[in-house]
């Protein structure tokens, strides 16, 4: 059975950071392309970033570039998304997911290339 679990999320204040945590299970973690999206009231789910197989390539949607991080880790079968900076605009559901990939450079920014999605974490950015 696959699992993708996040964590980390909460409420922060503009300015400051988060650290978003999501442990896969059940897949062949080095196969699968990774990312994050997110999912505010009223909206529709949106690419935030995703990080390629071999995690040699990365890609952050232009509102987060130079404030976010992702990165995974094949020890702990773990995909982080770090946040600096935060805005109240940040403040959603945050999901991360996964994408069997052949490529160990792609990235995928389109919500429907994903096979497997975690269940999502809050984050609530206040001012």
């Known amino acids: 059975q696959v699992q993708l679990v996040e964590s980390g999320g909460g409420l922060a204040q503009a300015g400051g950071s988060l650290r978003l945590s999501c442990v896969i299970s059940?897949?062949?973690?080095?196969?699968?392309?990774l990312g994050w999206f997110r999912q505010a009231p009223g909206n529709e789910r949106r690419f935030v970033a995703g990080?390629?197989?071999?995690?040699?390539?990365?890609y952050y949607t232009d509102s987060v570039k130079g404030r976010a991080t992702i990165s995974r880790d094949s020890a702990t079968n773990t995909v982080i998304l770090q946040m600096n900076d935060l805005k109240i605009e940040d403040t959603a559901v945050y999901y991360c997911?996964?994408?069997?990939?052949?490529?160990?450079?792609?990235?995928?920014?389109?919500?429907?290339?994903?096979?497997?999605w975690g269940q999502g974490t809050q984050v609530t950015v206040s001012s």
């Open positions: 997911a996964a994408a069997r990939s052949s490529y160990d450079t792609n990235v995928y920014a389109s919500s429907a290339r994903y096979n497997y």
């Open positions: 059940g897949l062949s973690f080095d196969t699968h392309a």
């Open positions: 990080i390629s197989r071999t995690g040699t390539s990365t």
